[in-house]
């Protein structure tokens, strides 16, 4: 048979990436594909430039849609990123009967339903195991993998900028700063780097993450979303000192009222396997009714870590090529008239517990008046620590764990705290998950 024609958009690190692993492994692709895969037509930005892969096979031009509409070209690989130009060329690739394999997460988040819609429409397939995790086929293994259960929660860390950030930050005490530009410059930050360390990115996986996971639409716009520019060095420490780790996670979770989704700094046990995930590594723990808890650990970012699904989503195009479009594997792991309208949940309605960190004035009773605030709010102590004052400060922090507790109480108690005498300036708080089941 014939090799399958393949568009590229894009030749940045995972396009060039992606035309490298296609390349070195091409005859195992093939045997495993069926038929050979080649790069006919790719297009960038600019194209006299010094890349790290060959592209002397193919047709370049600086105009993507003259790739997608090349008549010759089967399956459109969009690796542009951003979500508008994007759009346009998935949606019009769409339109003139291919396939897509994107690696675009703002993209499926934002106009999945849409995509997905106009692609079940035109009989064609849209994969994107590439836009979350990276190399982890986590999107393959809840859609496939765990299609006999229902899923309970979900945890991930999966923004590997935030994850070398911290943890570069507790093991060399290095400022935020310093790492930041470091993950920028080995590429794994995006564009925009305030999406990583503002969470937005993380939200735009846990969107995708939890609709795959619960059959719901995907909705960004609810995601609760926080990041880890607020996480202090001091923070970082007292979390060790009480037995955990801060992580950014992504949280979907099932419950009675409805589906909760948020991104939020988080401390966790320092004895669960996702709290020693680190560096730019990601990893997405799924718990689930029949199979409990599984884990799913591996490289979040890079050229050819997010190549590998990229490529791996064109083989499973290419094997489907001469398949009934009827019986594909569905986009949101659901059948379209199968995806329900469970409500998610605001933040105020999570229950989660908490670690929080104020400055309390050294004086006899404040300690009193912030337990009894906690008390008449229903919230309950895990663990306290005080400091002994040090120097001639007048200012001693308090760090405490609650036990669980729905939010909107804790903003209630979190005020009243705030208000009083003996505490200066906000209190800090970190959400904590235990994720034992
Ligand atoms: N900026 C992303 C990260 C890249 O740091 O995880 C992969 O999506």
Redesign the pocket.
């Known amino acids: 048979m014939s090799p399958v024609k393949v568009g590229v958009l894009g030749l940045g690190t995972v396009g060039c990436g992606t035309l490298n692993v296609l390349l070195r492994n091409a005859d195992e692709i093939a045997r495993r594909a069926g038929r050979g895969i080649v790069v006919t037509h790719a297009s960038a930005r600019t194209l006299d430039k010094e890349r790290p892969c060959d592209t002397s096979t193919m047709r370049l031009t600086n105009q993507p849609m003259e790739v997608v509409n090349d008549p010759e070209v089967e399956i459109v690989v969009e690796l542009i990123g951003g979500t508008s130009l994007a759009r346009d060329l998935v949606l019009q690739a769409i339109n003139d009967g291919k396939h897509v394999v994107t690696a675009n997460?703002a993209l499926i988040a934002l106009h999945g339903n849409e995509i997905f819609n106009a692609a079940q429409q035109k009989g064609v397939m849209v994969a994107f195991e590439a836009a979350v995790a990276?190399g982890i086929p986590v999107i393959k293994a809840i859609r496939e993998g765990l299609s006999g259960n229902s899923i309970n929660w979900l945890a991930g860390i999966i923004?590997?900028?935030s994850n070398f950030i911290l943890t570069e930050m507790r093991d060399k005490g290095r400022d935020f700063d310093s790492v930041l530009a470091e993950a920028q410059e080995l590429g794994?930050?995006?564009a925009d780097p305030t999406f990583?360390v503002e969470g937005v990115?993380a939200a735009h996986k846990l969107t995708i993450l939890a609709s795959i996971a619960f059959g719901i639409p995907l909705q960004f716009e609810k995601v609760y979303t926080e990041g880890i520019s607020q996480i202090t060095a001091e923070d970082v420490a007292y979390a060790t000192e009480l037995g955990y780790r801060i992580k950014l996670l992504g949280i979907a979770k099932r419950t009675p009222e409805g589906i909760e989704q948020r991104v939020h700094p988080t401390l966790i046990p320092h004895r669960r396997l996702i709290a020693n995930v680190d560096g730019v590594m990601n990893s997405v723990l799924v718990n689930a009714d029949a199979v409990g808890s599984t884990l799913y650990y591996g490289a979040?970012?890079g050229a050819e870590p997010t190549a590998s699904a990229v490529v791996a989503d064109l083989v499973d195009v290419v094997r489907t090529l001469t398949t009934d479009p009827e019986n594909r594997v569905p986009h949101l792991a659901f059948q379209p008239d199968a995806i329900s309208e469970l409500p998610i949940l605001p933040i105020e309605q999570i229950t989660t517990a908490y670690y929080l960190r104020m400055m309390a004035l050294d004086k006899v009773g404040v300690l009193a008046q912030i337990a009894n605030i906690l008390s008449e709010c229903g919230i309950s102590i895990e663990a306290l620590i005080q400091k002994e004052i040090s120097g001639d400060a007048e200012k001693v922090p308090v760090v405490m764990l609650t036990h669980p507790v729905q939010e909107m109480q804790m903003n209630q108690a979190i005020e009243r705290i705030q208000a009083l005498e003996g505490i200066a300036g906000a209190v800090t708080r970190i959400r904590l998950e235990d994720l034992s089941n």
Do not use: F, R
């Open positions: 997460k990276g923004n590997g900028t794994y930050a995006e990583d990115d979040g970012a």
